[in-house]
């Protein structure tokens, strides 16, 4: 009989010392989800956000210029006067939400140099809408932008 207490004893504190262990297993398990969750928000927050920003700007400048060398190439067309006037619009917009994030000081830099550039290209831009045409070492630099 005092075997059978024994084992008895034995087997309850096993399955005690079990559950223990399996619950603290469980807590660390969802901490370290917890912070995993956490970093990946930071992660799409600080980062993500920014990168998909970019690459709408990026996109809509692409857009610009496929239209602009319709017009050096093609001539004046009124369609792609109001598309560039579109994506102009359109990027002012991107630029201005790009700016509402947590920039960096190099992604400020970067973006104050952009907006001086697209100003000048912009500005360009209109130039060849009116008829004006660059020829040499101005049309190579505007093509380089």
């Known amino acids: ?8 004893r034995s ?3 096993m399955v005690i010392l079990s559950t223990i262990m ?3 297993i469980a807590v660390v398990g969802y901490s370290n989800m917890r912070s995993i969750n956490n970093n990946s928000s930071l992660m799409y927050e600080d980062a993500l ?13 692409s857009g610009i210029r496929m239209n602009v ?5 093609g001539g004046f067309n009124e369609d792609d006067v109001k598309n560039i006037d579109n994506y102009n619009s359109t990027i002012n917009k991107k630029i201005s939400d790009y700016e509402n994030l947590n920039l960096s000081r190099i992604e400020k830099n970067n973006l104050s140099e952009f907006k001086k550039e697209y100003v000048s290209y ?7 809408e009116s ?13 380089q932008f």
């Open 122 to 128: 912009y500005a360009q831009i209109k130039k060849f």
């Open 11 to 13: 087997i309850i504190l």
């Open 1 to 8: 009989m005092l075997k059978n207490i024994k084992v008895i």
């Open 69 to 73: 060398n319709r017009l050096t190439i």
């Open 131 to 143: 008829g004006e045409m660059l020829y040499g070492i101005d049309l190579e630099k505007f093509n």
């Open 49 to 61: 956000i920014k990168i998909i920003k970019t690459e709408d700007i990026r996109e809509t400048f």
């Open 22 to 24: 399996s619950l603290s």
